[in-house]
């Protein structure tokens, strides 16, 4: 069983900064951030595994996911928002990582993930 809890969610002008943080124990494997806006799908925004990254193409160069195992934290530092970051950003894990082209191990941004936190809003107002 893994259990997750995001903070750090707030409103925050465009072009400015927020931190979101979300405590895990259990399955640590893959650990990813996904958000939802209303009346659009949950999509993925950026996963880690062992160091290994992928972002999606929307928020590259402006969000920053990291892992600190000692303290079982996942982070996503979010610079440079935009109106259009606006959602609801959920933490999740618990699925093995894939091999991709390179060999290297990296847990994609798909939505089959077997845990899910209860989520953190952030708002970017223009």
């Known amino acids: 069983q893994v259990q997750l809890q995001e903070s750090g969610g707030g409103s925050v002008q465009s072009g400015g900064s927020l931190k979101l943080s979300c405590a895990a124990s259990g399955d640590t494997r893959c650990m990813a951030w996904f958000r939802q806006a209303p009346g659009k799908e949950r999509e993925g925004v950026a996963t880690?595994?062992?160091?290994?990254?992928v972002y999606a193409d929307s928020v590259k160069d402006r969000f920053t996911i990291s892992q600190d195992n000692a303290k079982n934290t996942l982070y996503l530092q979010m610079n440079s928002l935009k109106p259009e970051d606006t959602a609801m950003y959920y933490c999740a894990a618990g699925r093995p990582p894939i091999l991709d082209k390179s060999g290297v191990f990296r847990c994609p941004l798909v939505k089959e993930y077997n845990y899910w936190g209860q989520g953190t809003q952030v708002t970017v107002s223009s």
């Open positions: 880690i595994h062992t160091g290994n990254t």
